[in-house]
């Protein structure tokens, strides 16, 4: 059974950071590209970040592009968010997720995904 547990999140100021890290278990991480998904409340889940299964391609989202930086650690099974900069619209919950390509790549899109972790940004 694949499951995917967030954590890190947590309120913070506009101007702060945060670290969220993803614990994956139950299928082959290190076969799978990962990706970071949002939802903010009342919209629809939005891309986040994506990175390949072995770490050497990432990509980001507009909206969050330069602020934040996505890692991963094959050895441990974990994909990490480093989030810097924050600003009010970043407030959502954060998913970790599969990407379901085959190429080894990114490519923007999840299906399976955790149970999320609250992001706030507030002063």
């Known amino acids: 059974e694949v499951q995917l547990v967030e954590s890190g999140g947590g309120l913070v100021q506009p101007g702060g950071s945060l670290r969220l890290s993803c614990a994956a278990s139950?299928?082959?991480?290190?076969?799978?590209?990962m990706a970071w998904v949002r939802q903010a409340p009342g919209k629809g889940p939005e891309w986040v970040s994506g990175?390949?299964?072995?770490?050497?391609?990432?990509d980001y989202a507009d909206s969050v592009t330069g602020r934040f930086t996505i890692t991963r650690d094959n050895a441990k099974a974990t994909v990490i968010l480093e989030m810097k900069s924050l600003k009010p619209e970043d407030t959502a919950v954060y998913y970790c997720?599969?990407?379901?390509?085959?190429?080894?790549?990114?490519?923007?899109?999840?299906?399976?995904r955790g149970q999320g972790t609250q992001v706030t940004v507030s002063s």
């Open positions: 990175i390949s299964r072995d770490g050497g391609t990432t």
């Open positions: 997720a599969t990407d379901p390509t085959r190429s080894g790549l990114v490519s923007r899109r999840w299906d399976r």
């Open positions: 139950g299928f082959p991480f290190s076969s799978y590209s």
